[in-house]
């Protein structure tokens, strides 16, 4: 089997397993003996620092990945000699993974602790999401210095651990989007997410300046003034800041700095550089290291992990995927949701309800889940960019592990 994009490369291999366990094998056995048949042994190990890049699932969410999942991965890697640790960066937008506080507070509360899974939780950009490396992208179009979550960059080895499901606004997420979106501190979500510059909501701030000192540009002032409610029922008139975006250079670490949740980005770039953009942070997380790649379908929801809540799996569980080329994991994966059938009561069902009742859903997301379950959205816009930058390659091999 291969992939849509017909490229002279030759095919990259995927190993695949359906879920279903015999005898005495559990699903986490069979997850060990698919990534190392897949040759995640080829990689020296031996006394090297290891990120397994996941997503520790939203509070309220269901759909991420059970924690077992993570240990049975860093049980190979200990297996082989390595040094493993669970990671992530913080998040943009508001939510429960903000901050690394708070991140590993989710993480603890969904089960991820060093119990459950035999290794620690890192947050990798820290504890304001400010700790980056800015990376020289290798045939970057869209981004020049990616800026990536300082212990992810430290890492001697780099895992992706994915849950594979829908995304409405890449169109899928899956490794690419784990670790391009993903491995980006919070300067680097806003970089991929937005063409514009963040901005205050004066009734949050508290005019405590924080983003003020952060500021290395001078475009932030606290000229205007608000009445500000106190917990005794007084109130008092404080500073509010306002930035000014033609001094603004679109840093983020406002955002960061921010402990009200007063400065928000604008989400304004569109599906397409959102894509490009994700493809070429992907290259800068794996670029000049060893790197590989586990993607897991199942719970197939149709929006990303970061929801506070999942709505049910548009198409039925697939299987466990495992491959060295990030680009053909995605490619596999899609296929095989893209052949499966349609879950009844969910968002793709409603969606193809809206099309044949002509109520504006395009005829061209007829045969795509995920273009029909997001039309405004193009998921192979990243697979296309991927592959013009050399990340990887579409085509691919499948071959099933029984």
């Known amino acids: 089997m291969e992939g849509m994009h017909m490229a002279e490369t030759t095919p990259a291999k995927v190993y695949f397993t359906n879920l279903r366990s015999y005898g005495r094998e559990s699903q986490l056995d069979k997850l060990k003996r698919l990534i190392r048949r897949a040759g995640i042994d080829q990689i020296d190990f031996e006394n090297?620092?290891?990120a397994i890049k996941l997503h520790f699932g939203e509070l309220g969410n269901l759909s991420f990945l059970r924690p077992n999942y993570a240990r049975a991965v860093a049980d190979v890697v200990k297996e082989l000699g390595g040094k493993p640790f669970l990671t992530d960066c913080n998040t943009l937008y508001v939510g429960s993974r903000?901050?690394?506080l708070e991140h590993i507070d989710c993480a603890y509360q969904n089960g991820f602790t060093p119990y459950a899974t035999g290794c620690q939780?890192?947050?990798?950009?820290?504890?304001?999401?400010t700790d980056e490396v800015l990376v020289p992208v290798k045939n970057g179009e869209y981004v020049q210095e990616a800026k990536i979550g300082q212990a992810l960059m430290d890492a001697d080895i780099v895992i992706s651990l994915t849950h594979f499901k829908g995304h409405e606004q890449a169109g899928f997420g899956g490794c690419m989007k784990n670790l391009g979106m993903g491995g980006g501190s919070r300067a680097g979500?806003?970089?991929?997410?937005?063409?514009?510059?963040?901005s205050v909501t004066t009734e949050l701030c508290v005019g405590c300046r924080a983003c003020e000192r952060i500021c290395a540009h001078g475009a932030i002032s606290f000229e205007g003034t608000r009445e500000r409610e106190l917990a005794n029922g007084t109130t008092r008139t404080v500073p509010v800041a306002s930035i000014d975006h033609d001094r603004c250079v679109g840093c983020g670490r406002c955002i960061g700095a921010c402990n009200q949740d007063a400065i928000e980005p604008?989400?304004?770039?569109?599906?397409d550089v959102l894509n490009y953009k994700i493809a070429e942070y992907t290259q800068a997380v794996v670029q000049d290291r060893p790197n590989f790649h586990i993607s897991i379908a199942m719970d197939i929801s149709p929006n990303c992990d970061c929801h506070p809540e999942n709505d049910t799996p548009i198409v039925p569980d697939l299987g466990m995927f495992a491959s060295f080329d990030?680009?053909?994991?995605?490619?596999?994966?899609?296929d095989m949701a893209l052949a499966a059938p349609?879950?009844?009561?969910?968002?793709?069902?409603d969606m193809r309800a809206k099309l044949e009742a002509g109520d504006g859903v395009p005829e061209r997301c007829e045969h795509d889940h995920f273009n029909m379950t997001h039309p405004d959205t193009n998921?192979?816009?990243?697979i296309e960019h991927a592959e013009k930058i050399g990340l990887g390659t579409s085509r691919y091999e499948l071959i099933e592990v029984k």
């Open 326 to 334: 990030p680009v053909a994991i995605d490619q596999a994966a899609i």
């Open 379 to 382: 998921w192979r816009s990243m």
């Open 121 to 129: 939780v890192i947050i990798a950009d820290g504890l304001k999401g």
């Open 342 to 349: 349609a879950l009844p009561n969910t968002e793709l069902t």
């Open 189 to 198: 979500k806003m970089e991929q997410h937005a063409a514009g510059k963040p």
């Open 48 to 50: 090297k620092f290891v």
């Open 98 to 100: 903000k901050n690394a």
């Open 266 to 271: 604008d989400y304004d770039a569109a599906v």
